[in-house]
């Protein structure tokens, strides 16, 4: 069920989200960060997306956004922030995200942790709850305790929130572009037709700048 939901989606994305015609507009299809973020991978045009595993916005948008990530061009990088936008539960469910990277399951679960929690109606939102449910799904227990509790993953979830109140970030999902911009829409296309035009504009920006 769940692929045949991601197939469908992938197709909403090849239909949906045109080449953009009109130039965009600050206010309306992007908003400036000032100041301009850092980012992990200067070399790169990086995408921030914001989200949260409890947020139904973000379930639907989940297979959207996979698809178009997966065709992005080599010079652009997707970077995923789990954040709890100041909810317990939603907290709990950002470090699970951290977790299971530290564990080496993300990639096989990611989607999964969505479909649980909007499909099935799990409620994954506190430490055990979460714990039993990765465990049923071969993850390690207690290599999965140990990482849900650790430095690092705490670490994580503390840039995480601060990166949420650095882009001001208040909703998910959220897309910025390059530590420069931060993508407005008011549909799943739009937002992802905005944060195509915003990346062949930073590519523009930076062509201009090495030619100076």
């Not at 639907?60 to 909810?87: C, H, N």
């Not at 071969?138 to 650790?150: E, H, L, N, Y």
Request: hydrophobic share 45%; charged share 20%.
């Amino acid at each position: 069920m769940f692929i045949r939901h991601a197939l469908f989606a992938l197709t909403l994305v090849l239909a949906c989200v045109p080449l953009r015609a009109a130039p965009l507009v600050e206010g309306t299809d992007y908003r400036s960060l000032e100041p301009r973020q850092h980012t992990d991978a200067p070399a790169k045009i990086v995408v921030v997306e914001f989200f949260s595993y409890g947020c139904p916005h973000c379930n639907e948008f989940y297979p959207l956004i996979s698809a178009w990530a997966a065709k992005l061009p080599k010079d652009v990088v997707l970077e995923k922030v789990a954040t709890g936008m100041g909810r317990t539960a939603w907290t709990n469910l950002a470090k699970a995200y951290y977790a299971l990277g530290a564990t080496g399951d993300l990639s096989r679960l990611d989607g999964q942790v969505f479909h649980a929690i909007h499909e099935e109606r799990k409620p994954l939102f506190d430490e055990k709850a979460i714990s039993t449910w990765v465990a049923a799904h071969g993850v390690d227990p207690v290599k999965f305790t140990t990482a849900f509790d650790s430095f690092g993953v705490n670490t994580k979830l503390t840039q995480a929130e601060q990166m949420v109140d650095n882009y001001k970030i208040d909703g998910v999902p959220g897309l910025a572009i390059d530590g420069k911009y931060v993508v407005m829409g008011n549909t799943f296309e739009q937002l992802l037709s905005n944060a195509d035009a915003l990346i062949a504009k930073v590519r523009d920006e930076r062509g201009a700048a090495a030619h100076k």
